[in-house]
C-alpha cells in the first residue's frame, strides 16, 4: 500500500528471499529474484527465478520467469540497453493506446514500487530482489497511470470481479482445500450479494450497509457506508490504482482511497449499475466503464475519468444492463444487453451484444432470441456469452456468430482458461466445453444441488462452482471433471456471488451475510502467541511472535492519529519475529496485525489488536527523592516542636 513506511533498517539483513507461491525448481548458489507482471486488462503473475552468477540482470530475470510461464518476451537493444516491447500479448503502443511496460522496483526501505531508473540489463538485481512489470499509460508527469496491485507475500491480485477487464474468471492462485480459516459477517440483513476483490493483501466487498477492507486475516481495517452497494446491495467494487470504485447509494459511482477508506471522488449518473466497471483509457487517460440499468427503459454506458471521476461521455444502449461487468475489447468496450424489464419482472427485447469504442462511437450490434444478462468474456479471439434462453455463444471480434452450443438457460458468467469454457446454468448443471475455433463441444458436465447463477472460476488446474439453493454448495472440481470435494454452506446460504481464489484463499460469499475463507489449514504457516509491549507515548512498541519456521513477517500498524496503514518488516530472533512501531505522540490506540508467508507463498494473518498508548509515568529521581525525606522530617520535627 502507498504511505507504509519502514523503520529498522537493520532488519532487512535477517530477511529470508521473499520466495512467491510458484514453483521455483530454485537450487544451486545463484540469486534468487522474484519477477512480477501486470497486464493491461489487471490480469498479474509472478515466478521466482534462480540467476546464473555471471548474469544477475533484471532483463535475464525476466527471461527465465516468461519462460516458465509460457510468456512471449521481445526486447531491442540499443545505447541504453535492452528495451522490452512486448510482455505475453501485450505489445508497446506509445501512440496508439499510450500503453507500454514499465519496469519497477521493490523499495523495501519504503515497502512500495518505484519506476527503475536503469534500463532492466543495467540492473543488478540481488538475492531477493522483487521486480515488477507493468503495463500502463503514463500520466503528463511521466509517471505510470497505475500502480502494481502486488507485494511481496501477495504475489497475485484480483482487481475485478471476474479477476481482470476481460472478465475469464482465471486465478494464478491455488485452491489448497475445504478447511474454513476464516469467516466475516457483514452489517446488511440481506446479506452479500457483491464479489470481492483483492490487491496488495487487502480484500474489499461490499453489502447494503458499507464497503469493507480486510486483512487476510478477515480482520475489519474500515469501513465506509457511503460505499454500501447500491441497488440492494447487488454492484461490485473494482481496484485501480489507489482507489477501490463502486457504484453506490443515491445514484452515486464513489471512489475510496484503498489505505484508510476515506473518500477520493464522487459522480452522480443516471440509473443503476448493478455491475463492477471496466477500465481502458481515453485519450491516454484512465477510464471506467459503466453500463446502467433502468426499469421499464434502456440504459446507457458511462465513460467516466478514474483519476477524478468526471464524466467524459455517455451514450445510450439497445436496452437495460444488468448484474453485467463489461469487458475491454482492444480500444473498445463490450457490453451485455438483458433488454428491456417492465415492473412485472418480465425483460423484453431487445436482447444481445454491444460493442462500443473507448471514445464513444458505436462499432456493432448482435441482437439475440433471449436476454443476455452474463458478463462477456474475452478469450481465443473469441467473445463468449451466455443467453437466459439456454445457449453459450461465440462471437468473432467483429460481431458475427461463430458457434453456439445448448448449455441450458444461464445467467453465470463462464470461466475461460486456454480454449476450454467452464459454465454453469439456472438448473444445476456445469460444463467444461472445447474451443476448437469454428465450433464448440462438451467434454463433460455434472449436476450439483442446485442452481449455479454465481460465475464458475478457474485456478491452478481446478474449477470451482457455488450453488443458489437454500443449502448452498461449494463444489471444487479438477479441470478433467473429477470431484476434488465439496463443502455444504448450511441453510440461507444462498449466493449469487462469484467466487474468488486468492493465493492460497478461496473466497465465497453468500446471502447469509458471510464472507468465508478456504485453505487447507495444515499447509497455513503456524504461529504463536503474539505479545505487545507496554505501549507509551514517546517510546517504540515492540511486537513479537513467535514461530518455530522461518517465514517473511510484516506488521501492519495505524498510529493512533487513525492515519493510513503502514508496515514494517520483522526480524527472526531466537525462536520469534520482532518489529517496532515508531514513538507515537499522542495518547490512543494503535491497531496492529502481523503476516506470515512462507516459501511457497502461503500466508497467515493475525487478528488485529490494538495496543493502548498511555502517557509516561515520570521515573522518580533519587536525590529528589532524598530531598524530599529530608524536607518532610524537617516539617515534622518543626512542628512536634512547636
Not at 175 to 201: C, H, L, Q, R, Y
Amino acid at each position: 500500500m502507498n504511505g507504509r513506511i519502514v523503520i529498522m533498517m537493520a532488519m532487512l539483513l535477517s530477511l529470508p528471499v521473499l520466495f512467491t507461491g510458484m514453483s521455483t525448481g530454485a537450487t544451486g548458489s545463484g540469486v534468487q529474484a522474484t519477477v512480477m507482471f501486470q497486464f493491461g486488462n489487471g490480469e498479474t503473475m509472478s515466478y521466482t527465478v534462480t540467476l546464473p552468477a555471471d548474469n544477475t540482470t533484471a532483463i535475464k530475470a525476466t527471461e527465465l520467469a516468461c519462460q516458465n510461464l509460457s510468456l512471449s518476451l521481445n526486447y531491442t537493444w540499443g545505447s541504453y540497453g535492452a528495451f522490452v516491447t512486448q510482455i505475453g500479448w501485450e505489445k508497446n503502443d506509445y501512440y496508439g493506446t499510450g500503453y507500454y511496460w514499465h519496469l519497477m522496483i521493490w523499495e523495501s526501505m519504503d515497502y512500495s514500487w518505484k519506476v527503475s531508473s536503469v534500463g532492466a540489463s543495467s540492473l543488478k538485481l540481488k538475492n531477493g530482489s522483487v521486480i515488477a512489470w507493468l503495463y500502463t499509460v503514463d500520466t503528463p508527469s511521466w509517471k505510470p497511470h497505475n500502480t502494481v496491485h502486488m507485494a511481496p507475500g501477495y504475489m497475485d491480485a484480483w482487481v475485478a470481479p471476474r479477476g481482470n477487464f476481460n472478465n475469464t474468471g482465471v486465478s494464478y492462485g491455488n485452491v489448497t482445500g475445504d478447511n474454513i480459516a476464516w469467516k466475516f459477517k457483514g452489517e446488511s440483513a440481506w446479506g452479500f450479494s457483491s464479489t470481492p476483490v483483492f490487491s496488495d493483501g487487502v480484500i474489499y466487498i461490499a453489502d447494503s450497509h458499507a464497503l469493507y477492507a480486510l486483512n487476510m486475516g478477515g480482520s475489519e481495517l474500515w469501513n465506509n457506508t457511503l460505499g454500501a452497494a447500491g441497488y440492494w446491495g447487488l454492484a461490485s467494487p473494482a481496484v485501480y490504482g489507489n482507489y477501490v470504485i463502486i457504484y453506490s447509494t443515491n445514484h452515486t459511482i464513489r471512489a475510496f482511497y484503498r489505505n484508510n477508506g476515506t473518500l477520493a471522488w464522487a459522480t452522480q449518473i443516471y440509473g443503476d449499475a448493478v455491475t463492477a466497471p471496466a477500465l481502458g483509457y481515453y485519450n491516454k487517460n484512465p477510464v471506467l466503464f459503466y453500463p446502467t440499468f433502468v426499469l421499464n427503459g434502456t440504459g446507457s454506458l458511462y465513460a467516466i475519468y478514474a483519476d477524478n471521476g468526471s464524466i467524459a461521455w455517455n451514450v445510450t444502449l439497445m436496452g437495460s444492463s444488468y448484474f453485467a461487468s463489461p469487458a475491454v475489447l482492444g480500444n473498445s468496450v463490450v457490453v451485455s444487453v438483458g433488454g428491456i424489464e417492465n415492473t412485472s419482472l418480465e425483460w423484453n427485447a431487445p436482447y444481445g451484444v454491444q460493442c462500443i469504442a473507448f471514445n464513444g462511437s458505436y462499432m456493432w450490434n448482435y441482437s439475440t432470441a433471449s436476454s443476455v444478462r452474463s458478463p462477456p468474456v474475452i478469450a481465443n479471439n473469441h467473445i463468449y456469452v451466455v443467453t437466459v434462453g439456454g445457449n453459450l455463444l461465440a462471437l468473432n471480434y467483429n460481431g458475427t456468430l461463430a458457434w453456439k452450443v445448448e448449455v441450458g438457460a444461464s445467467t453465470a458468467p463462464p470461466a475461460v482458461h486456454g480454449t476450454t469454457i467452464f459454465v454453469g446454468n439456472n438448473s444445476g448443471g456445469i460444463m467444461a466445453i472445447s474451443d476448437s475455433g469454428t465450433s464448440g463441444t462438451v467434454i463433460w458436465s455434472h449436476t450439483l444441488n442446485g442452481a449455479v447463477k454465481a460465475g464458475l472460476v478457474y485456478a491452478s488446474g481446478k474449477i470451482v462452482a457455488v450453488t443458489d439453493t437454500s443449502n448452498s454448495e461449494v463444489y471444487c472440481y479438477y479441470a478433467n471433471g473429477t470431484m476434488a470435494w465439496n463443502y455444504s454452506l448450511g441453510a440461507s446460504s444462498y449466493a449469487i456471488s462469484s467466487p474468488v481464489v486468492v493465493g492460497s484463499y478461496l473466497l465465497v460469499a453468500t446471502n447469509s451475510g458471510y464472507l468465508y475463507a478456504f485453505t487447507n489449514n495444515a499447509t497455513v504457516p503456524a504461529h504463536g502467541t503474539m505479545s505487545v509491549s507496554k505501549a507509551v507515548v514517546g517510546q517504540p512498541i515492540t511486537v513479537t511472535v513467535s514461530a518455530q519456521e522461518t517465514y517473511m513477517a510484516v506488521l501492519y500498524y495505524r498510529n493512533t492519529t487513525g492515519d493510513e496503514w503502514h508496515a514494517v518488516w520483522m526480524s527472526y530472533v531466537n525462536g520469534e519475529y520482532v518489529g517496532y512501531i515508531p514513538a507515537q505522540n499522542n495518547t490512543g490506540t494503535v491497531d496492529l496485525y502481523v503476516t506470515l508467508t512462507d516459501s511457497s507463498g502461503t500466508s497467515s494473518t493475525t487478528p488485529t489488536t490494538q495496543a493502548v498508548v498511555t502517557q509516561a509515568v515520570p521515573e522518580l529521581n533519587m536525590g529528589v527523592f532524598t530531598a524530599l525525606i529530608i524536607v518532610a522530617l524537617a516539617l515534622f520535627m518543626w512542628r512536634k516542636n512547636h
